[in-house]
T-cell receptor, first 120, second 113 residues
Framework: DVKVTQSSRYLVKRTGEKVFLECVQD?????MFWYRQDPGLGLRLIYF???????EKGDIPEGYSVSREKKERFSLILESASTNQTSMYLC???????????????????FGEGSWLTVV | AQSVTQPDIHITVSEGASLELRCNYS??????LFWYVQSPGQGLQLLLK??????LVQGIKGFEAEFKRSQSSFNLRKPSVHWSDAAEYFC???????????FGTGTRLLVSP
């Protein structure tokens, strides 16, 4: 089974702190994602990465950055945490195998269990 | 741009009754469609997905969904709901050539005795 692991399930941080959320996947997936989940808003994409050292902005990148130094690890960084970043953060990964080819398998995206961040 | 609408924020169903959760999408071509379930405090688990072919797809836990191109819909169904089905359900869509998922706002299912 694919496993996406978010090392911190619950964090409480102070306003202005630098926060790191770590995510590791064990299936050699090329693609990794960070989503934010808020009640009534569903999941919104913050950043994603198609390869090591590559990153692309999602729909709500402001206030966040990411790092992907190794294929299996994708980190979300809050440079200066603010109270409006209190939320649940979900990491996900997927494979690109077959994508865009004549045999596009439409690969599934697998999610971690989430990290609950409270900024006080 | 792609979008997904889940018109029902909450739905309450009696245990043993049938269930249908609605999902409408906006996308120019044939999309890839997904239903995920999220139990309280947990991540998202894939229930089922549609890529092409048979428009009625079967998933885990007894769920099924039907893709209707004419209605731009991908509704989730279950013939008999169990108390353990109480959770939040998300419909999602993505391009055929890209990996990004666009999610609906979710429907919370409550199951009454």
């Amino acid at each position: 089974d694919v496993k996406v692991t978010q090392s911190s399930r619950y964090l409480v941080k102070r306003t202005g702190e630098k926060v790191f959320l770590e995510c590791v996947q064990d299936m050699d997936h090329e693609n990794m994602f960070w989503y934010r989940q808020d009640p009534g808003l569903g999941l919104r994409l913050i950043y994603f990465s198609y390869d090591v050292k590559m990153k692309e902005k999602g729909d709500i990148p402001e206030g966040y950055s990411v790092s992907r130094e190794k294929k299996e690890r994708f980190s979300l960084i809050l440079e200066s945490a603010s109270t409006n970043q209190t939320s649940m953060y979900l990491c996900a990964s997927s494979s690109t195998s077959g994508l865009g080819s004549n045999i596009d398998s439409g690969n599934t995206i697998y999610f971690g269990e989430g990290s609950w961040l409270t900024v006080v | 741009a792609q979008s997904v609408t889940q018109p029902d924020i909450h739905i309450t169903v009696s245990e043993g009754a049938s269930l249908e959760l609605r999902c409408n999408y906006s996308y120019g071509a044939t999309p890839y469609l997904f239903w995920y379930v999220q139990s309280p405090g947990q991540g998202l688990q894939l229930l089922l997905k549609y890529f092409s072919g048979d428009t009625l797809v079967q998933g885990i836990k007894g769920f099924e969904a039907e893709f209707k191109r004419s209605q731009s819909s991908f509704n989730l169904r279950k013939p008999s709901v169990h108390w353990s089905d109480a959770a939040e359900y998300f419909c999602a869509v993505r391009n055929t050539g890209f990996q990004k998922l666009v999610f609906g706002t979710g429907t919370r299912l409550l199951v009454s005795p």
